[in-house]
């Protein structure tokens, strides 16, 4: 087994879109946790639509869309100014707590992000967290114009890194992207975020059903496609183990542990 490069999703995987939930609860106290979860939702189904469309536009304008479309549905009426500061948090997403660990960890091993983000707010957004240092090439789905989980989305990765599907470990915490990857040859692994287990007793334990809780329901469960990731892990952090899984399959037989 041979690892040539990992390939991360950015968004929700080693970016933390929750954290946009910052400027929104700052603008509309009382609807930011609202307006966070149907932004998200709405973003990911506007890349699918347009996808299936033909209708290309970039990440950037697809999440001002949705933006627009949220606040519309809502009944929130927000300025421009207001508008271009919740955008703005594109630029700045928090990384995920795990995600520097975990990159310094895999040092020595090809790093890569492909995301659906074009390739300006991706630049911008890499470049604000610190994880330029940290990766070899930032690959957007613009070269593809159209966004995953379609495979000419995928492809882009052999074509710029020159790395086979099967040698590399496509890493996302979204299960649909996780689910195509497999489909379309990688090895996965999937960070598991929320366990069913902890989902169920976040449920069982609300009074209601509130918007995060169904964010985590619709997208951060995994998908019934029987499209299993090669590997479930908890963190980031735990990827480092799939080296070392490698390095013990490589060794002879005698020197394995």
């Known amino acids: 087994?041979?690892?040539?490069a990992f390939v991360f999703d950015a968004y929700g995987t080693?970016?933390?879109?929750?954290?946009?939930?910052?400027?929104?609860?700052?603008?509309?106290?009382?609807?930011?946790?609202?307006?966070?979860?149907?932004?998200?939702?709405?973003?990911?189904?506007?890349?699918?639509?347009?996808?299936?469309?033909?209708?290309?536009?970039?990440?950037?304008?697809?999440?001002?869309?949705?933006?627009?479309?949220?606040?519309?549905?809502?009944?929130?009426?927000?300025?421009k100014a207001v508008r271009d500061r919740i955008m703005d948090k594109y630029l700045h997403l928090d990384p995920h707590v795990d995600c520097l660990t975990a990159l310094?960890?895999?040092?020595?091993?090809?790093?890569?992000?492909?995301?659906?983000?074009?390739?300006?707010?991706?630049?911008?957004?890499?470049?604000?967290?610190g994880l330029d240092a940290k990766l070899q090439s930032v690959i957007s789905i613009d070269k593809a114009g159209i966004f995953k989980p379609h495979k000419d989305a995928y492809e882009l990765v052999e074509a710029v890194l020159k790395v086979k599907p099967e040698n590399t470990i496509f890493v996302s915490s979204n299960a649909f992207d996780a689910c195509a990857a497999k489909n379309f040859g990688f090895r996965v692994a999937w960070i598991e975020r929320v366990t069913p287990e902890a989902l169920a007793e976040e449920i069982s334990s609300a009074a209601v059903v509130g918007p995060t809780t169904m964010f985590k329901l619709l997208r951060m469960q995994m998908e019934s496609f029987g499209m299993e990731p090669d590997y479930r892990l908890k963190s980031l952090n735990d990827l480092a183990g799939l080296i070392d899984r490698a390095d013990k399959a490589a060794a002879p037989a005698s020197l394995r542990a």
């Open 14 to 79: 080693l970016f933390d879109v929750q954290s946009v939930s910052q400027i929104t609860n700052q603008e509309f106290p009382e609807h930011g946790e609202l307006i966070t979860q149907v932004w998200r939702l709405k973003q990911l189904e506007y890349t699918w639509l347009r996808s299936m469309m033909g209708s290309y536009r970039s990440f950037w304008e697809i999440t001002e869309e949705s933006l627009n479309y949220t606040l519309n549905a809502i009944g929130v009426t927000a300025e």
């Open 1 to 4: 087994m041979t690892i040539d």
């Open 104 to 129: 310094d960890a895999l040092e020595g091993v090809p790093l890569a992000i492909l995301s659906n983000g074009n390739q300006e707010i991706l630049d911008a957004l890499v470049s604000n967290s």
